[in-house]
């Protein structure tokens, strides 16, 4: 049980393209998701959260402008990231969460992102 | 503000031997979690336990045992007769308690990670 599935899994593109990816969650409610940006050999860096229904709660730093978070349904959050550049590339993974107590946050399989 | 210290960069160990992995945190929370897991090569996070801040009680799952001690603040990973299969980065981190209407939500606070590799 508790699969999330994130689409797609690999993504290479030109400069100044937008980028849209999917954070599923297929057996239960996600009242909650969450998203992360991983730079090479680094950490997880919770870039925003977003509740269903709501707008997206960014982290410091991150430009909400630039990446856009959209939770519509219980069961999916997409990521835009607009106009791409070089330094976008990154892993990129969201983890989902049903409830509003703390449950365990379960993770997509994550999405390489290559802007050349 | 929270945080999570994995003091261990890299470890390199040979098949079978133990290994144990540091996880030191910061909270101010009274109510909190604490987890790790686990990132092979394909990027995936596999979850491997999750321990609540009022159960200090060890747990053990087949070769994995975590030693959850709050005074020390310290949620250690030991991996027993250790596999080629268990290398991958290893992530500790810390969630504080989330709550309705609040802004919290349970946000995990990742440690740096540790490289595992375990050579044949």
Known sequence: ?116 | AQKVTQAQTEISVVEKEDVTLDCVYETRDTTYYLFWYKQPPSGELVFLIRRNSFDEQNEISGRYSWNFQKSTSSFNFTITASQVVDSAVYFCALSEAGYAGGTSYGKLTFGQGTILTVHP
């Open chain 1, 1 to 116: 049980g508790a699969v999330v599935s994130q689409h797609p899994s690999w993504v290479i593109c030109k400069s100044g393209t937008s980028v849209k990816i999917e954070c599923r969650s297929l057996d239960f409610q996600a009242t909650t998701m969450f998203w992360y940006r991983q730079f090479p050999k680094q950490s997880l860096m919770l870039m925003a959260t977003s509740n269903e229904g709501s707008k997206a709660t960014y982290e410091q730093g991150v430009e909400k402008d630039k990446f856009l978070i959209n939770h519509a349904s219980l069961t999916l959050s997409t990521l835009t990231v607009t106009s791409a550049h070089p330094e976008d590339s990154s892993f990129y993974i969201c983890s989902a969460r049903a409830g509003t107590d703390n449950q365990p946050q379960h993770f997509g399989d994550g999405t390489r992102l290559s802007i050349l």
